[in-house]
């Protein structure tokens, strides 16, 4: 194992980035900005020394002789944005609160099941949020048949989301005092969240431009701050998934910044309180 970190041999060559770009590209999509090389450096400096290279041109050069395998799908880990926070921007969890789930309660009373899915869920603060919300504000829902469906495409992500385990820089980022300590219990310097939440939310690790036939149909979807990073036909693509996988009557959220508008015609906005959503026409 080399020990040597220095600004020289970190550095990343144009030719290098541009091999990058295209592998992260391939395999989850993500069209990486030609400004996202200073978060290469960084990220990709870590990956290279722990696993025993001197710079990031070796490590590249030993990717670029290999069939894909971990060391490339680590390299791809280490370029993508996981930001997230609890409650992220707020208003898609009071529109939850206070429509879509009172509507979608009552619309489904007989059959007693909902389905939701938080698709792209990071390191887990969004599912847990919508957990966390069901049952502070919709107990029954815990008598009802509810799937949490959170998934992710990197395992190294979903491993951090599934121990649901935080900074306190991370709690103090969306989260309220009251269900910090209701859910959370502090162990050394970090914050545990409690068995009862973190088993409502079932894991899975699902690429989003692969196959999408072993989910259910959904009756919310979350979908992130993810699709901002792919390219046009890609969000195409993957709007007309959610198509196929929303029930006829279900709710889409995007993140602030994300539109279905000029890409997919067979939804509608909704605004719910400062909230917009997106349903089928
Ligand atoms: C910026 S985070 C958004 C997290 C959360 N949805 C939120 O809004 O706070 C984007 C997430 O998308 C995931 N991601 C990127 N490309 C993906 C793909 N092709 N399939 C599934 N997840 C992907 C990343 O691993 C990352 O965790």
Redesign the pocket.
């Known amino acids: 194992m080399v020990n040597v970190c220095n600004k020289q041999t970190m550095n990343i060559s144009s030719l290098d980035f541009g091999y990058l770009r295209k592998l992260v590209r391939q395999h989850?999509?993500?069209v990486l900005n030609a400004d996202k090389e200073y978060l290469a450096e960084l990220h990709l400096g870590k990956l290279a020394l722990s696993a025993g290279f001197d710079s990031i041109s070796s490590l590249v050069a030993y990717l670029q002789t290999q069939p894909f395998g971990d060391l490339h799908f680590r390299a791809i880990?280490s370029l993508?944005?996981?930001?997230?926070?609890f409650f992220?921007d707020i208003y898609p969890f009071e529109a939850l609160k206070n429509f879509v789930l009172p509507e979608l309660i009552d619309r489904r009373k007989n059959e007693r099941s909902l389905n939701i899915w938080?698709?792209?869920?990071?390191?887990g603060?969004?599912p847990y949020s919508i957990a966390m919300l069901v049952r502070e504000q919709f107990p029954t829902l815990l008598n009802w048949n509810l799937r949490l469906i959170a998934?992710?495409?990197?395992g190294q992500?979903l491993a951090r989301a599934r121990q649901g385990r935080y900074t306190q820089l991370e709690i103090n980022r969306g989260l309220p005092e009251n269900l910090r300590d209701r859910y959370f219990q502090q162990q050394d310097n970090q914050w545990q969240i409690v068995p009862n939440i973190r088993q409502m939310v079932e894991f899975r690790q699902?690429?989003?431009?692969d196959s999408w036939s072993s989910l259910l149909p959904m009756d919310i979807i979350?979908?992130?701050?993810?699709l901002i990073?792919f390219d046009t036909e890609t969000k195409k693509t993957i709007l007309a998934k959610v198509r196929r996988v929303l029930k006829p009557d279900g709710y889409l959220f995007l993140?602030g910044g994300e539109t279905t508008l000029n890409l997919d015609d067979a939804f509608k906005r909704v605004h719910i309180e400062k909230s917009v959503c997106h349903r089928l026409i």
């Open positions: 989850s999509a993500i880990e993508v944005t996981t930001e997230t926070s992220r938080s698709a792209a869920c990071s390191s603060q969004e998934s992710d495409f990197s992500i699902i690429n989003l431009i979350f979908l992130r701050n993810v990073y993140g």
